[in-house]
C-alpha cells in the first residue's frame, strides 16, 4: 500500500469514527432521532404500564409531547428505581422521566432539567385511634423499636438515612411492598412523596393518617452531564409548555 493510498484509508476511518461519535448518544431511525427513556412503571401518576406494556402518566405525556414536537421517537425502557442513575450513566438510556426527585447526591452523577412538579416526604400509617394519639408530626415517628419501611434508591430513603436517630429503617425493592410492609404490621409507616401517598389513599379499603416532613424535592427529568444539547432542548420545551393551557390541564388531570 503507498503513501498516497493509506492516506486515503486514514482519511475515510476518520471521517467513519466522526460521524458513529456524532450519532452515538441519540441513534436515528427513519430520519427520526430515537430517544430511549428510563422510567420505573407504577409509580403512579407518573408512569404507569398497563397489561399490554402500554405506557401513561404525568411524565409520559410531557415525554411524549417533547418527542412530537422535536420529531424525535422514544423507546421506553422498564427500570427498578435504584437501577435508574446506572442505565443513564452507562448509556442504556437517554433521559430518564420516572419522577426523579432532585437531590445533592443525585445532582453529583446526572444533570437535571428544570423541575416538572414539587413532593413533600410523608409518612403513611394506619388512621386508628392510638396512632392519632401518639404520632402528632413527622419527628414522633423516630423512637426506639419503631419501624418505618421506604423503597430504596427514593428521595424519601435519602433523606431517612440522613435524619433518622433511633427508628429502624427497612429498605423495600417497591412501592407495593412498602405499602404491603404497613398494611402487615411490618412497619409502623411507610415513607414517600405525598402524591403516591394520595393515590395509595384512594385505592386501599383503609383509612390513612398522613404525617408530613419539612423534606420538600422538585421532581425533574435527568441527563447524562455531557449531554448538554439534549438538556437545553429539553428545558427549553419544559419553560414553553408551562405558559401553555396544556400544562394546567396535565397538572389537573394527574395531581
Known amino acids: 500500500m503507498n503513501s498516497m493510498t493509506r492516506f486515503y484509508c486514514l482519511l475515510f476511518f476518520t471521517y467513519l469514527f466522526s460521524s458513529l461519535l456524532s450519532v452515538s448518544a441519540l441513534a436515528a431511525v427513519d430520519g427520526k432521532r430515537v430517544i430511549k427513556i428510563c422510567s420505573e412503571s407504577g409509580f403512579v401518576p407518573f408512569e404507569m404500564k ?24 422514544i423507546v421506553m425502557i422498564d427500570i427498578a428505581l435504584d437501577g435508574l442513575i446506572p442505565a443513564l450513566t452507562t448509556k442504556k438510556c437517554d433521559i430518564i422521566a420516572s419522577g426523579l426527585t432532585v437531590t445533592e447526591e443525585r445532582s453529583k452523577v446526572v444533570q437535571f432539567s428544570v423541575p416538572v412538579y414539587t413532593v413533600t416526604v410523608t409518612a403513611a400509617l394506619l388512621d386508628n385511634t392510638s396512632n392519632r394519639s401518639r404520632f402528632k408530626k413527622f419527628e414522633d415517628l423516630d423512637k426506639p423499636g419503631l419501624v418505618l419501611a421506604s423503597q430504596t434508591g427514593s428521595a ?89 393551557e396544556q400544562w394546567k390541564d396535565l397538572i389537573a388531570k394527574y395531581f
Open 50 to 73: 398497563d397489561n399490554s406494556g402500554q405506557w401513561s402518566g404525568f411524565d409520559i405525556e410531557l415525554i411524549e409531547e417533547f418527542a412530537k414536537q422535536t420529531q424525535s421517537q
Open 156 to 244: 424519601a430513603t435519602l433523606y431517612l438515612r440522613r435524619v433518622l436517630k433511633h427508628a429502624t429503617l427497612m429498605e423495600y425493592g417497591s412501592e407495593n411492598d412498602e405499602l404491603n410492609a404497613l398494611l402487615q404490621g411490618k412497619a409502623i409507616a411507610f415513607v414517600d412523596d405525598n402524591v403516591f401517598i394520595a393515590q395509595v389513599r384512594k385505592k386501599i379499603g383503609k383509612k390513612i393518617l398522613t404525617l408530613s416532613s419539612n423534606e420538600k424535592g422538585d421532581v425533574a427529568f435527568a441527563v447524562r452531564p455531557e449531554n448538554q444539547a439534549l438538556l437545553k432542548e429539553l428545558n427549553a420545551y419544559l419553560l414553553s409548555l408551562r405558559k401553555k
